[in-house]
């Protein structure tokens, strides 16, 4: 019931920056850690980014410095700032959250997924 749409993604010269969105929509009762993933050709889902309900922030080293996670939580959205973007950065990005959907229920929910290609 509850989904996640990813946008921002797209095509980005090296040291460049992109922001990616993603907005929660249905029937939620509140949100708890949201994040931001991604996944290279031929590699495995790798974690890039978390941001808790109330605001803390982690980063996987490779993006730290790099890449700011950000949530509104009055529009259910989670945000990443991706500045002196690197080829290596090239993937498909998914965002996921913890949602409660119900009095007694969270749910993992995860988006579709955008895609995010850096080259010259």
């Known amino acids: 019931q509850v989904q996640l749409v990813e946008s921002g993604g797209g095509l980005v010269q090296p040291g460049g920056s992109l922001r990616l969105s993603c907005a929660a929509s249905?029937?939620?009762?509140?949100?708890?850690?949201m994040g931001w993933y991604r996944q290279a050709p031929g590699k495995q889902r790798d974690w890039v980014a978390t941001?808790?309900?109330?605001?803390?922030?982690n980063y996987a080293d490779s993006v730290k410095g790099r890449f700011t996670i950000s949530r509104d939580n009055a529009k259910n959205t989670v945000y990443l700032q991706m500045n002196s973007l690197k080829p290596e950065d090239t993937a498909v990005y998914y965002c996921?959250?913890?949602?409660?959907?119900?009095?007694?229920?969270?749910?993992?929910?995860w988006g579709q997924g955008t895609l995010v290609t850096v080259s010259s």
């Open positions: 996921n959250a913890n949602v409660r959907v119900a009095l007694y229920q969270y749910r993992e929910v």
């Open positions: 249905g029937l939620i009762f509140g949100i708890n850690d």
């Open positions: 941001i808790t309900n109330g605001g803390r922030t």
